[in-house]
C-alpha cells in the first residue's frame, strides 16, 4: 500500500518547489508514495494550516510555512 504524502498550498513558488522536493526524495527512496497536491482552501483549513507550503504524511502534518532546507530533510520526514 503506498505512503499519502499531500503537498498543501495555493499554487505559489514554493509550494511547486516542494512538490518537486518531494518527487525527488521518493524517487531516492525508492518506495511506494502516492503524492498530491491540494490547493483547496477548504481542504487546507481541514489540516489546520494557516501558512502554505504544507506537508502531510499519512495523516500527520510535518511542517507548515516553509521550505524543508534539502532534499535530505524531505527524505527523514518520508521515511
Known amino acids: ?3 499519502k504524502v499531500k503537498i498543501l498550498g495555493t ?3 514554493k ?3 516542494l512538490y518537486e522536493m518531494v518527487n525527488q526524495a521518493a524517487n531516492e527512496l525508492g518506495g511506494d508514495f502516492e503524492i498530491e497536491k ?4 477548504n481542504k487546507l ?3 489546520g494550516v494557516a501558512l502554505t507550503p504544507a506537508l502531510v504524511v499519512g ?3 510535518k511542517f ?3 521550505l524543508p ?3 535530505e530533510e524531505v527524505k527523514e520526514y518520508l521515511k
Open 1 to 3: 500500500m503506498p505512503k
Open 11 to 13: 499554487g505559489c513558488m
Open 15 to 17: 509550494c511547486e518547489k
Open 38 to 41: 491540494i490547493s483547496d482552501i
Open 45 to 47: 483549513m481541514e489540516y
Open 59 to 61: 495523516d500527520e502534518v
Open 64 to 66: 507548515a510555512g516553509k
Open 69 to 71: 532546507k534539502s532534499v
